[in-house]
């Protein structure tokens, strides 16, 4: 069955299930004080797909239709997190938040694609015994892991990750490939979890 | 021929010579840029994909890695 590719009906099951409802969490712990830019979801789209045919012109070959796992989700991420589709309204207890609730939106949306498309890969696997399947899907279960406060010197992983990608975006600097790179060690960590 | 006329003559005699040698110089150059810049980097190759389609693979998504309303409520 061919693809058009970006395909927009995957977009839709990823805002539903995903981008909304994570969106959704934020306007509940941070309440009243988020409010979101107009057309969020059509931006989004707009962007990914612009990044999209990016990555498919200058990296890919031209036989290339379609991008593999870890630059379709790092598009996603930086469509996002350049977007900034959340803005904070108001502040909480007289005090700015100091969190970057757009960039760890980004990355919850990126481990979320990785970790679907990694299971797909496992289920598709025809060279693994079920039990294998069933043992690499279960490091799954709770989404992609991350290095946890052992291995990691200063701060939270993923608010470090979450300010590397506002200021490569502010510099200008941000890459699709070096994103996809991270997700994929992050998917390798998960798998030899 | 006096002196001067021999030490003129020598002066034209340099200044003529540097410029036909930068003349040359200046065209070999050229020439040769425009070579370096036809040459393609053909050591690099563009990428490749074996991956899933993401019709397939969005059957799995869901939400994972995000922010937890639960612990965030009991903190506050």
Redesign the interface.
Known sequence: MSEMHPDRASYEVIWDKVISEEISNYQTVYTNCIELIPNIKEEIWEKYVSLNNHCKSNYMRASVVRLDRHKVAACYMIAIATLRPMRFTKKIDGRDIPLAINETLAITVGLSIVRAFAIAAIQENGDITQEDKDSLMKKFDDGIRVPDSVLVNHGAYIDNYANELFFTISEGSINVLSIAHELYLLEVITKMS | MTGVEMVMGVLLGLVGLLGVVALITLFITKLNAQKVNEIKNIYLC??????????????????????N?KE??ENE
């Open positions: 563009k990428m490749v994909n074996t991956d899933s389609s993401i019709q397939d693979a969005i059957r799995y998504i869901k939400l994972t890695n995000g922010v309303v965030k409520g």
